[in-house]
């Protein structure tokens, strides 16, 4: 099972753009990386997934280099209301699958 | 995306209690459902995973017998958390996997439990 390691935390300022860099060094071949925001008192909610390269949607966008032992979420243009943690997972499908663990999870403040 | 509705969202009851929580797939199926606690400014922790039709499996740590877990339907698993105690007193989330290759999880709102 492959272990994530976040920074703990990062201040940015409404209307940056904030990029978040998750370490998953034994990602397995069949691995996906998948983000999640965390509100207070909240279940996580999904964000982004990718497996190679760059995924983009709505919201955000995923950087993914070629070894896939890294990722990056990048946030555009972020606003007070992205304040959360952001917690970072890889896995693996299947029958049952392996067991999701969370890491620490970075705490992202945006400052007005 | 796929919805996870998971009840009661708070619940208080006196040590000794039982209390049950329930997490439901409302679009989807789920062969197999999650349960994380999480505790103030911590990371979630998985208890356990709920298959559909057979015994969960249980974290290292966690008690079986206090954290019963049932997994009747391919949408219902529900924790039943028997004779609570303070040290119990916890936020819980539930989570669903869909049954595609990448294994994205789609999570509950959770239950924060207090026990007085």
């Known amino acids: 099972l492959a272990k994530t390691t976040q920074p703990i935390s990062m201040d940015s300022y409404e209307g940056q753009e904030v990029n978040i860099t998750c370490s998953h060094n034994?990602?397995?071949?069949?691995?996906?990386i998948t983000w999640y925001q965390q509100f207070p008192s909240q279940g996580p909610r999904f964000i982004i997934q990718?497996?190679?390269t760059k995924v983009t949607n709505e919201v955000a966008s995923l950087f993914i280099p070629a070894d896939r032992k890294s990722s990056t979420l990048s946030l555009p243009r972020v606003s007070l209301s992205d304040t959360a943690v952001y917690y970072c997972l890889v896995a693996t499908g299947g029958e049952y699958g392996n067991k999701l663990v969370f890491g620490a999870g970075t705490i992202l403040r945006v400052k007005s | 995306g796929a919805v996870v509705s998971q009840h009661p969202s708070r619940v208080i009851c006196k040590s000794g209690t039982s209390v049950k929580i329930e997490c439901r797939s409302l679009d989807f199926q789920a062969t197999t459902m999650f349960w994380y606690r999480q505790f103030p400014k911590q990371s979630l922790m998985l208890m356990a995973t709920s298959n559909e039709g057979s015994k969960a499996t249980y974290e290292q740590g966690v008690e079986k017998d206090k954290f019963l877990i049932n997994h009747a339907s391919l949408t219902l698993s529900t924790l039943t958390v028997t004779s609570a105690h303070p040290e119990d007193s916890s936020f819980y989330i539930c989570?669903?996997?869909?049954?595609?290759?990448?294994?994205?999880?789609?999570f509950g709102s959770g239950t924060q439990l207090s026990v007085l």
């Open positions: 990718g497996y190679k």
């Open positions: 989570s669903a996997r869909d049954r595609s290759p990448s294994e994205k999880l789609f």
């Open positions: 034994n990602i397995a071949t069949n691995d996906y």
